[in-house]
């Protein structure tokens, strides 16, 4: 006999119904957020379009992220706007000299143009020089370069200097006709020195005098020219210019005209000036006479020394400030060549010199190379060999200007040397493989240069023709790389959380790709790549995240699984009587709800990081959410949370829950619901004799209302086999 204390309306099918549902919906949870999670691992359809977003490259900015390539892709990319040029026939050119010793000092040539134009112009009009057939001959001055560079610490200070001394010598040789020696025996007196870089200084000393002060310093070279003893003279010279000061102009007349006549009449010049010493003052007159002594002494012409003094005084030589300088600059000259007599008359060559402003330029280049170098005689000896060989008659004489233009617009002066003289030796040698590479460059030159947003357009179409993929769909354990047809080209293995290294990830397509041979040649590696913001500042944070997501996940998946287990106990109506059994499938249905919410957010967080990262870096990358996972995971969620929210209103509302618990309570109304029941079965009884075929029977709970009224709350299912529970109670 079963008790009646199920409600008229109450149907065990609307309970199995809709447990059958929550086991659906927790069960479409569990292997919805199983697809999501183990999503792209498998290179299936449509596993490969589950994913938690895609890196989109193909308008990356190439020149941002990899600056060494975007000179020799805006080249290329200008080439291509030329008539008849194709993506086939320039990439085919490249490809022909990429196996050959010829790829690396070209890539290095085009990626260091800072001024791609300059660069171009300067190319072209150097191309001839590499197939000219006179290797030898034509590529000589390159070899004496390169020799200066060897000798050189500082290569990038010798080759601007070398432009600063080269370029004036060659406009000066353009513009006049006559000759200009000025260079010429700069490097002479240069070569003679023991330490061309203080004559150089001191050259420049002497030259930065007025043309004024120049004149007054000829009876300096008069007194050199009748001297047996330059460096005694020097000597004397500074001591009298050192003493001037103290000794009046008039006194110092004085006493030449004294001396002269006293030599006019005696030319004993050792008894005069110990009369003329004992007419000395001070300290500072006897060492001015001592030093006019010393010089007479050494005179090859008395008369034409103390002519020289006395104009030397009366022009206020020895006082002024300009000759002190002079002189030291003189003394420092002197005492540093070999050969004193050829260094006085180059000097007094130079100072007749008007063109200051060129020499000056030129004494400034010398002294910035001799700077940079160890070996200034070395460097001194090489540059009187390339002076040498640069006039108009030389075949090289018009490439000269093009070379320091060329150099001026590369961002690496010295490696842009060295390749273009590498390259040079290779294409004397090759010719054939090189004109194509000469055809680009003319072509490229011919048209206007591509703008930023031209080449941006460009970009899709060079990288899938080099094979470099341009979508990249990242998921919990692998990345995978599609063409722009978006055809997967490769998936990597899968392993515990991938990684988001953007760096690495471009990197790696690179080197995958037909762009290899381009990007080994200019040692280019993964942290070459120029990829700093705000994205990379925050990529460390990227891994920690999607690892709490996958756990997330997991969690979600077990609970999802125990959840199902638990409904289905459910079916059992034993087991749905108890009160602590829905407690605990809600309990657990709300937590597989929260962990797959968890998962969600913090995916949505990581993911809109990585999107305005991406934005504010402006690289050109493109990040999206993944649909087809971020469609599953919230449909996860949104199932488990309307799981349990109906399992919470079942488990309240269903009648059946809280009997037991009342019975418990208030063991006295069994008798009553025994009474009841039984005439509650007579009824049934009865009314089961007076029915007709096909009839269907109702019965009513009215007996059983009064159980009811005293507690409203319980109005519907009830507990089966509560009455032998209660028989044995009361016994």
Same mark, same amino acid.
Do not use: Q
């Given at each position: 006999m079963k008790l009646p204390y199920l409600p008229q309306d109450y149907s065990?099918?609307?309970?199995?119904? @809709?447990?059958? @549902?929550?086991?659906?919906?927790?069960?479409? =949870?569990?292997? %919805?957020? @199983? @697809?999501?999670?183990?999503?792209?691992?498998?290179?299936?359809?449509p596993l490969t379009n589950i994913?938690?977003?895609? =890196?989109?490259?193909?308008? /990356?900015?190439?020149?941002? +992220? +990899?600056p060494q390539i975007g000179p020799i892709l805006a080249i290329l990319g200008t080439a291509l706007t =030329?008539?008849?040029?194709?993506?086939?026939?320039?990439?085919?050119?490249l490809k022909?000299?990429? #196996?050959?010793?010829a790829l690396v000092p070209l890539m290095y040539l085009l990626s260091n143009a800072q001024n791609v134009s300059q660069s171009l112009i300067s190319l072209t009009q150097l191309a001839p020089l590499a197939i000219s057939g006179n290797p030898a001959t034509d590529t000589k001055d390159l070899v004496e370069i390169s020799g200066l560079l060897k000798v050189s610490s500082n290569e990038s200070q010798t080759l601007n200097g070398l432009k600063n001394l080269v370029v004036p010598m060659l406009q000066s040789t353009n513009t006049s006709n006559k000759e200009d020696r000025t260079t010429e025996l700069t490097l002479d007196l240069l070569a003679?020195?023991?330490?061309?870089?203080?004559?150089?200084?001191?050259?420049? +000393?002497?030259?930065? %005098?007025?043309? #004024?002060?120049? !004149?007054?310093m000829i009876p300096i070279f008069t007194l050199f020219g009748v001297t047996k003893n330059i460096t005694s003279l020097i000597g004397s010279l500074e001591t009298i210019v050192s003493k001037g000061d103290a000794i009046s102009p008039a006194r110092s007349e004085l006493m030449l005209t004294t001396l002269q006549t006293m030599l006019a009449s005696n030319p004993n010049v050792t008894m005069a000036f110990g009369t003329i010493s004992s007419l000395a003052s001070g300290d500072d007159e006897k060492a001015a006479i001592g030093a006019i002594q010393t010089m007479l002494e050494d005179s090859n012409n008395v008369n034409t020394t103390l002519s020289s003094l006395s104009t030397l005084i009366k022009s206020n030589v020895t006082q002024a400030e300009s000759s002190k300088t002079s002189l030291v600059a003189l003394s420092s000259i002197i005492q540093n060549v070999n050969d004193q007599s050829k260094a006085v008359t180059t000097i007094a060559q130079l100072a007749s010199n008007t063109d200051t402003a060129t020499t000056t330029a030129q004494l400034s280049a010398l002294t910035e190379m001799l700077k940079a170098t160890e070996k200034g005689t070395e460097t001194i000896n090489i540059l009187s060999q390339l002076q040498t060989s640069l006039n108009p008659n030389s075949t090289t004489f018009k490439y000269i200007p093009s070379l320091f233009t060329l150099l001026d617009a590369s961002a690496d002066p010295p490696v842009s040397f060295s390749s273009l003289v590498t390259l040079t030796a290779w294409a004397q040698q090759n010719p054939q493989t090189f004109i194509p590479i000469m055809g680009i460059l003319s072509d490229a030159l011919a048209v206007k240069m591509v703008s930023e947003d031209q080449l941006t357009e460009m970009t899709p179409t060079l990288l899938e023709y080099l094979r470099i993929p341009v979508y990249f769909q990242l998921s919990i354990f692998t990345l995978c790389k599609r063409n722009l047809e978006k055809d997967i080209l490769e998936c990597s293995a899968s392993h515990a959380v991938q990684n988001l290294d953007f760096r690495q990830i471009i990197y790696d397509a690179l080197s995958a790709s037909e762009f290899a041979p381009y990007l080994n040649a200019l040692n280019i590696g993964p942290n070459d790549l120029y990829l700093e913001g705000d994205l990379l500042n925050r990529e460390h944070e990227y891994v920690p995240s /999607?690892? =709490? +997501?996958?756990? !997330?996940?997991?969690?979600?998946i077990v609970f999802a699984f125990v959840v199902m287990i638990n409904i289905g106990f459910l079916f059992w109506m034993k087991w749905s009587s108890k009160s602590y059994a829905w407690v605990i499938v809600i309990f657990l249905s709300s937590c597989t709800a929260l962990f797959l919410g968890l998962s969600c957010t913090v995916l949505t967080v990581v993911l809109q990081v990585i999107k305005s990262g991406t934005y504010k870096d402006a690289f050109g990358v493109v990040f999206t959410t993944g649909v087809a996972?971020?469609? !599953?995971?919230?449909?996860?969620?949104s199932l488990m949370v309307i799981s349990s929210v109906v399992l919470l209103w079942v488990g309240i509302t269903e009648r059946h829950l809280r009997i037991p618990y009342l019975m418990k309570k208030n063991p006295a109304t069994i008798e009553d619901l025994e009474n009841s029941s039984t005439e509650a079965d007579n009824a049934i009884q009865e009314t089961k004799h007076e029915a007709t075929p096909g009839q269907i029977i109702r019965h009513s709970t009215d007996n059983s209302s009064d159980f009811l009224k005293n507690d409203p709350d319980e109005k519907q299912d009830a507990v089966p086999d509560i009455q032998q529970t209660n028989t044995s109670d009361s016994s």
């Open positions: 065990k099918k609307e309970h199995i119904i @809709i447990l059958s @549902i929550l086991l659906l919906f927790a069960f479409t =949870a569990f292997l %919805l957020t @199983i @697809i999501s999670t183990t999503g792209s691992t498998s290179d299936y359809v994913y938690l977003g895609t =890196a989109d490259i193909t308008h /990356i900015n190439v020149t941002k +992220v +990899v =030329a008539p008849n040029r194709t993506l086939d026939n320039i990439f085919d050119s022909t000299i990429s #196996e050959t010793p003679d020195s023991k330490d061309p870089l203080t004559v150089a200084k001191s050259l420049t +000393v002497l030259n930065n %005098l007025t043309m #004024e002060e120049k !004149m007054k /999607i690892k =709490a +997501v996958l756990a !997330m996940n997991i969690l979600g996972y971020s469609a !599953m995971m919230w449909c996860s969620f």
